[in-house]
């Protein structure tokens, strides 16, 4: 159950992925982007939630990828689960692009299989045909093998042009908190207007 006032959801959010992570939560790191394509149908993908501010949700992508187009039509919808603490949040509201300087600090902390992948996509972009798995594995060794041959070391190697950053500003966000009594899950709703953050408590 979730505590009777909660002035800020997005700094609780905050706690909880903390939480999460010092349960061993194999979801702690992990959220769900969902959009939508062309022709309306509903796309959800996992991805790294890299941060949770006192603004929202920050995820990244290569703007090769599909989801990049989507979100340049309309807004995203972030979801995170923690099976470990019986809670789950939606997070709903428009994104912002991150800045090239924000963009290049949180890229420098990718782990380098994320920036060798990083550089593959340029070359093919995400969600795009392949021969077969032993391709892939052999363009992305090919990527690995080039970019240790052109700089002296990891942290060396710049950010590629594709790479994109996006902070979803959270609007409204539903939280759900599991409950062992009867059933009765605990459902709070916030929105945020000029004046902070409004709640409301909703049948789950």
């Known amino acids: 159950m979730f505590e009777r006032d909660v002035d800020d959801p997005l700094m609780l959010i905050a706690a909880d992925q903390q939480r999460a992570r010092a349960a061993g939560d194999a ?15 509903a796309q ?23 989801k990049w187009t989507q979100l340049a039509e309309r807004n995203g919808h972030v979801h995170v689960h923690w099976p470990s603490l ?13 800045t090239q300087e924000q963009l290049q600090a949180h890229w420098q902390q990718r782990p380098w299989a994320s920036k060798v992948l990083d550089w593959y996509y340029e ?16 363009g992305v060794g090919a990527t690995e093998a080039a970019l240790r041959a052109q700089h002296r070391d990891e942290a060396s190697v710049p ?12 609007h409204r966000i539903e939280a759900f908190s599991l409950s062992d009594r009867r059933r009765l899950h605990d459902c709070r709703l916030f ?8 709640s409301s408590v909703r049948v789950p």
């Open 27 to 41: 979801n702690a790191e992990l959220c769900v982007l969902s959009t939508v394509d062309g022709r309306g149908n």
């Open 44 to 66: 959800a993908r996992t991805l790294v939630l890299r941060e949770v501010s006192d603004e929202g949700a920050l995820v990244f992508m290569s703007a090769s990828s599909p």
């Open 86 to 98: 019986g809670r789950q949040y939606r997070i709903d509201g428009p994104w912002r692009a991150l």
């Open 123 to 138: 070359q093919r972009a995400q969600g795009t045909e392949i021969d077969s798995r032993e391709a892939l594995e052999a």
């Open 159 to 170: 950010m590629p042009p594709l790479a994109r950053g996006i902070r979803v500003i959270a």
């Open 191 to 198: 929105e945020r207007d000029d004046s902070g953050w409004r």
